[in-house]
């Protein structure tokens, strides 16, 4: 009989779009959409640049209080406050801080959605200077026809290139891969 649970990542993604929808339609009804954008993205560069940080969000061990209390701290410290700040307590008191940036990443997407662009999640190896991302996103415009709001993540063991995925489209030009492929023709070869 086959297993009909969810997996962990599908749960995790449902909570995240029900957080991601409540927040974005709570901004759009108090008009500070731009705002909440900015606040998330200092949140998100927050996350992605502190692997403590990220152990308090993630790790069950520590109750809902003190991770309530240290992304007080955090937010209080990089001057985030009002919605953001109310919502990121209220997801800590909810035991789910562990799919903040599934969140941001899902507000993000309705985020583009409500302004007629497409969202790309992109994973780079080194962090993308603003050229590189004013032309990435030019590229992808031309692509897919949209203007193209980027959601970049860096992850050091692509070793070099990007994977751009947008929708269910994925392109990875990462060296990970291509000496992933290569041992794999090395092995069929010998």
């Known amino acids: 009989m086959a297993d009909s649970a969810p997996s962990a990542s599908g749960q995790i993604s449902g909570v995240a779009e029900r957080y991601a929808s409540a927040l974005f339609e709570l901004a759009v009804s108090e008009k500070k959409i731009p ?88 994973s780079v190896a080194h962090a993308l200077s603003a050229a590189q991302t004013k032309e990435l996103k030019t590229t992808l415009k031309g692509v897919v026809g949209k203007d193209v709001l980027l959601d970049v993540t860096v992850d050091p063991s692509l070793l070099g290139g990007m994977i751009v995925k947008i929708g269910s489209r994925q392109i990875d030009t990462s060296i990970k891969t291509k000496l992933s492929s290569l041992k794999l023709a090395l092995k069929e070869v010998g």
């Open 35 to 122: 705002a909440v954008d900015k606040d998330l993205r200092r949140l998100n560069d927050l996350l992605n640049g502190s692997d403590d940080l990220m152990r308090v969000i993630k790790s069950p061990v520590f109750a809902a209080e003190d991770q309530q209390n240290a992304t007080a701290a955090v937010l209080k410290k990089a001057k985030i406050s009002g919605l953001v700040a109310n919502f990121v307590n209220v997801v800590a008191g909810n035991r789910r801080l562990f799919a903040m940036p599934e969140i941001i990443r899902s507000f993000r997407q309705k985020l583009a959605a409500h302004r007629g662009e497409i969202s790309a999640q992109v």
